[in-house]
């Protein structure tokens, strides 16, 4: 799919200004909780979170739970699990990080390595389709949400801004106007991939175009 190439720079906000981006991105997960509580799917295994961490209805998750045991990093948006007896690849649903492979582009490596952190081989997640969405893309691989305990990582990836929303065809699903606001937030303070590749455009309804890596 081709990617439109930025057409400005997003202007640089004064330092003595902006607020710390710990304090930032640590705002921009209250907001996510309080606006996604009510939509939060319960864990297929109940021994990845308490109770009390789960406040959504347990009569709406999202279709297609299950439990993968992930074998590797991909990229900063595609990673390898194990289901069962299946080797499956999955690409972290609503989202879109930077290339590190064809045609590698700024912030790539960053979002793999940072994609790395958050889940190590050998680790247990829990995916989740969206009934509002594909199942899996032109290429074959599963599209879904990656839960690490109670932590959706698609959304961490975004609030860290080593990825950004992408709603491919324009369609929304359950967490577009969580991932939406704290893609903004990330932004504002000039995370990850917003400070490390000024000339990127905000673009949701496009594929993430960082431009090429620096030097």
Same mark, same amino acid.
């Given at each position: 799919?081709?990617?439109?190439?930025?057409?400005?720079?997003?202007?640089?906000?004064?330092?003595?200004?902006?607020?710390?981006?710990?304090?930032?991105?640590?705002?921009?997960?209250?907001?996510?909780?309080?606006?996604?509580?009510?939509?939060?799917?319960?864990?297929?295994?109940?021994?990845?979170?308490?109770?009390?961490?789960?406040?959504?209805?347990?009569?709406?998750?999202?279709?297609?739970?299950?439990?993968?045991?992930?074998?590797?990093?991909?990229?900063?948006?595609?990673?390898?699990?194990?289901?069962?007896?299946?080797?499956?690849?999955?690409?972290?649903?609503?989202?879109?990080?930077?290339?590190?492979?064809?045609?590698?582009?700024?912030?790539?490596?960053?979002?793999?390595?940072?994609?790395?952190?958050?889940?190590?081989?050998?680790?247990?997640?829990?995916?989740?389709?969206?009934?509002? &969405?594909?199942?899996?893309?032109?290429?074959?691989?599963?599209?879904?949400?990656?839960?690490?305990?109670?932590?959706?990582?698609?959304?961490?990836?975004?609030?860290?801004?080593?990825?950004?929303?992408?709603?491919?065809?324009?369609?929304?699903?359950?967490?577009?106007?969580?991932?939406?606001?704290?893609? &903004?937030?990330?932004?504002?303070?000039?995370?990850?991939?917003?400070?490390?590749?000024?000339?990127?455009?905000?673009?949701?309804?496009?594929?993430?175009?960082?431009?090429?890596?620096?030097?």
């Amino acid at each position: 799919m081709g990617r439109p190439r930025a057409s400005a720079r997003h202007a640089a906000v004064s330092a003595a200004t902006r607020p710390a981006p710990r304090l930032l991105l640590a705002i921009a997960f209250a907001m996510l909780a309080t606006s996604t509580a009510a939509a939060m799917p319960m864990p297929a295994d109940a021994t990845e979170a308490s109770g009390s961490a789960w406040r959504g209805s347990p009569a709406t998750p999202p279709a297609a739970a299950q439990v993968a045991t992930v074998r590797k990093v991909v990229d900063g948006d595609t990673i390898d699990v194990r289901i069962g007896s299946a080797n499956v690849r999955v690409r972290l649903l609503q989202i879109d990080a930077p290339e590190v492979h064809s045609g590698p582009e700024c912030w790539g490596r960053q979002a793999s390595a940072a994609l790395a952190r958050l889940l190590r081989p050998g680790q247990v997640v829990t995916l989740y389709a969206d009934p509002a &969405l594909d199942r899996t893309d032109r290429y074959g691989r599963a599209l879904r949400y990656v839960f690490r305990g109670t932590t959706n990582v698609n959304v961490r990836m975004v609030a860290q801004g080593d990825a950004a929303p992408y709603f491919y065809d324009g369609e929304r699903g359950r967490y577009a106007a969580g991932l939406e606001r704290v893609a &903004l937030s990330a932004r504002r303070a000039r995370l990850g991939l917003w400070g490390g590749c000024p000339g990127t455009v905000y673009d949701p309804e496009h594929a993430l175009d960082t431009g090429p890596p620096p030097g």
